[in-house]
């Protein structure tokens, strides 16, 4: 199968190479970043072993179309999407913490909650409530960011404490924060679907914040489907999701969840395909619009003639 596992460039100019759980980025004149959506996947903080085909495609064209919608709430990084898997954007210094943000009581909230937790990164939460419910109002439950392994919770009060993040920039990337989340709801409703949480990423250059990375992807946010939402609550059932909750669940079902002595069960062709289906599928319900397949070729030969053609225009 013709999909991105890795990438091993050499632009001109360039000045740096990191290699994520999912993506290649590629520092260029120590100004512009160049960010491959490989096809790799990662879940429980583990990149499995074999890529899926256009899932990076969809996650990058999922974050352009965002990005553009929400660039009246605050400038993003991106200066061009010269190919389907491809953005390249300006070099921001990054905030050292993921602004998390949830509506509803759903994954790591419902599972604190569950175990009586009733505080989650300084936030009070009200007794009584269920998996899945609305929250009152959305929640900030920001993490640190790491660059290996879990990120961990940590509280407003702790990221201004520590000195992680200035207060005056910090209370900023919460207006933000609750700007985004909020445009991401309206456009979640008009396709039927319900933003449950997502995350959101910041840095700033020249003294202004800027929007990074990807948003309201199936990667790095859960939805529900809106139709059936209220009754399925009421009958103590199962949300149905639109998110990568699927592979965890396979590999749940498979006997994998990232802890010591456990193996990744086998990928097979038809595995791979079936979850290669499901992000076109996700791409579609979340876009409103066809997956556009690329033209047939070697993909990776067409990312680099891509993004040197780019980056000859910024240059």
């Keep these: 199968m013709n999909a991105i596992k890795e990438t091993n460039f050499n632009f001109e100019g360039q000045t740096a190479f990191y290699k994520g759980k999912v993506r290649d980025v590629y520092t260029v004149a120590d100004e512009y970043l160049v960010m491959v959506a490989s096809d790799r996947i990662s879940a429980f903080d583990v990149v499995l072993p074999r890529a899926i085909p256009f899932k990076g495609q969809v996650l990058n064209q999922i974050a352009a179309k965002f990005l553009r919608a929400t660039q009246d709430i605050l400038p993003n990084w991106v200066i061009s999407v010269p190919d389907p898997s491809v953005t390249i954007g300006k070099k921001c210094e990054p905030f050292k913490v993921e602004m998390v943000i949830r509506g509803y009581l759903a994954g790591h909230a419902w599972r604190t909650y569950r ?20 929250l009152p ?20 009060d702790e990221i201004i404490r520590q000195g992680i993040v200035a207060e005056d920039d910090y209370i900023q990337l919460e207006k933000y924060t609750l700007a985004l989340y909020q445009r991401g709801v309206e456009i979640a409703k008009e396709r039927g679907l319900i933003l449950v949480d997502t995350k959101y990423e910041f840095g700033k250059k020249d003294g202004q914040i800027y929007l990074m990375d990807e948003i309201h992807t199936p990667d790095s946010s859960r939805y529900f489907y809106a139709e059936g939402y209220a009754e399925r609550q009421a009958k103590g059932e199962s949300q149905r999701q639109l998110s990568k909750e699927f592979v965890r669940q396979w590999l749940i079902d498979n006997g994998f969840q990232g802890k ?31 997956f556009v397949y690329p033209e047939a070729g070697e993909v990776i030969r067409r990312v680099e003639e891509n993004v040197r053609e780019a980056l000859k225009k910024i240059a």
Excluded: W
Excluded at 115 to 134: A, F, I, M
Excluded at 261 to 268: A, L, R, S, W
């Design 137 to 156: 109002s959305p929640i900030i439950t920001p993490t640190t960011k790491a660059a290996f392994g879990h990120d961990e919770d940590i509280s407003r």
């Design 115 to 134: 175990e009586g937790g009733r505080t989650l990164c300084g936030v009070q939460l009200p007794e009584g409530l269920k998996e899945n419910d609305k």
């Design 260 to 290: 010591d002595g456990q193996h990744v069960p086998e990928m097979t062709d038809e595995i791979v395909q079936s979850i290669s289906e499901r992000y076109i599928e996700l791409y579609e319900h979340i876009t409103g619009e066809g």
